[in-house]
């Protein structure tokens, strides 16, 4: 099992080009099954997740070439119709074969998705939204479930809560679905813009998307061959934003969406750092010494992410002050807690409250990474923190930064990764 052992205490400088999206990347490799022909994805980036998926996509009967950063899907013959259990078990993302498998074949069969402990995060809605679409569904039967539809229906489905998952899930099962399908309390984050965009430049009719209702006009239509070039990572992007707020660096990052990217630029400059925007480029610049931020809540796009709490908890573990950061998305996200507590850090939990009065210094410890973005934050923590840091079971890490240590290397971190 590999490590990252990090020596804390330098100072970041340098510049850093930030990655393709995991989480746009992820359900556009699904979506590729759709056109039964050619999809060429550019900017993609190479992590764990994305390699299960094209493990996915090749026992299915997808030809899968990489080349670099260029991933090439030829779904002319699929020729299974169950999604390997040993690979749904890995990631919570292999859920989304169910749309785009039920839309070309009529049938999908998957087992309980994986993926990170951060808390129930039921597929309820996308299984009520694939049934009202005419989709018969057995679940819980040995921990699978299992989907059938001669032929879906378009209709009207209003989300519970704007979830990302349900909502992609929904636009891919409605391509091939008789009539219009209209998403209500869509969810609203950028990865559904670029998935309705991949859509689009295979000759779908899908309109809305980063506003809360999304129209798709399904239909027998032929889908053509396509190229497509996946957004960047905003959640990669606001840890590296992180990592010089934390060690009172000057970051130079490349090839970032700023639009994407509003709340956080806004708790950071509260924080104390100086960012400054040009074009696809950002330069961050760390104050001597955080400030602690008021009150930060986690919510849906365009709110503060889920996905950057963790990051933040670490960011306030040495600011002057207390901070307090409510999450509302999921309840079982401060794993990373523990860990940060073994490095010095002071911070109370109260259900879904963090309250965080920062420290003068952090000390390096050995740590684990519990799931993704807590990993990222362990790396953080370890970066600003006195003497040196050991980090376990960065697989998790693996899944979401493409190798983080080395691009931090770049910038003047002293972190290696040990097998």
Do not use: W
């Amino acid at each position: 099992m590999s490590k990252l052992m990090i020596t804390g205490g330098a100072r970041l400088q340098g510049e850093i080009e930030v990655e393709g999206s995991k989480n746009a990347v992820l359900p556009i490799l699904a979506a590729s099954l759709l056109n039964g022909g050619e999809s060429v994805i550019k900017n993609c980036p190479r992590l764990r997740d994305v390699d299960v998926m094209i493990g996915i996509l090749r026992r299915i009967g997808c030809s899968v070439k990489v080349e670099g950063d260029v991933i090439i899907v030829d779904s002319s013959n699929i020729r299974e119709t169950q999604i390997p259990v040993e690979l749904a078990a890995e990631m919570r993302s292999s859920i989304i074969f169910m749309g785009p498998m039920l839309a070309r074949c009529g049938r999908v069969t998957i087992s309980y998705p994986g993926g990170c402990e951060i808390g129930p995060r039921p597929i309820d809605l996308h299984l009520k939204a694939l049934k009202s679409m005419g989709a018969k569904v057995q679940d819980a039967q040995r921990g699978f479930i299992y989907c059938e539809a001669e032929k879906l229906k378009g209709c009207d489905i209003q989300l519970d809560y704007p979830s990302v998952g349900a909502t992609e899930n929904i636009m891919l099962a409605s391509v091939f679905a008789d009539g219009e399908t209209i998403i209500r309390n869509a969810a609203k984050e950028p990865e559904i813009l670029d998935l309705q965009n991949y859509l689009q430049s295979t000759g779908v009719h899908v309109t809305g998307a980063g506003t809360s209702v999304i129209r798709i006009m399904g239909g027998e239509h032929k889908l053509r061959n396509t190229e497509h070039t996946i957004i960047t990572d905003r959640i990669v992007t606001g840890t590296y934003m992180a990592a010089a707020g934390i060690t009172g660096g000057e970051l130079l990052l490349k090839n970032v969406i700023p639009e994407h990217l509003s709340s956080i630029i806004s708790v950071l400059r509260e924080s104390g750092c100086r960012i400054g925007i040009r074009g696809s480029t950002m330069h961050v610049v760390g104050p001597a010494r955080l400030r602690a931020v008021d009150i930060v809540r986690t919510l849906p796009y365009p709110g503060f992410p889920t996905d950057m709490q963790a990051q933040l908890v670490a960011l306030m573990t040495t600011a002057r002050g207390t901070s307090i950061v409510v999450e509302t998305v999921f309840e079982n996200r401060y794993k990373h807690v523990d860990e940060l507590l073994r490095m010095g850090a002071n911070i109370k939990l109260e259900g879904r409250i963090a309250v965080i009065k920062g420290v003068k210094k952090l000390i390096g410890a050995n740590v684990y990474a519990r799931d993704l973005r807590g990993g990222a934050a362990l790396v953080l923590a370890g970066l600003a923190a006195e003497g040196e840091t050991v980090i376990s079971d960065i697989k998790h890490i693996d899944r979401g930064y493409e190798s983080i240590e080395k691009k931090l290397r770049m910038v003047g971190a002293t972190i290696q990764r040990v097998d």
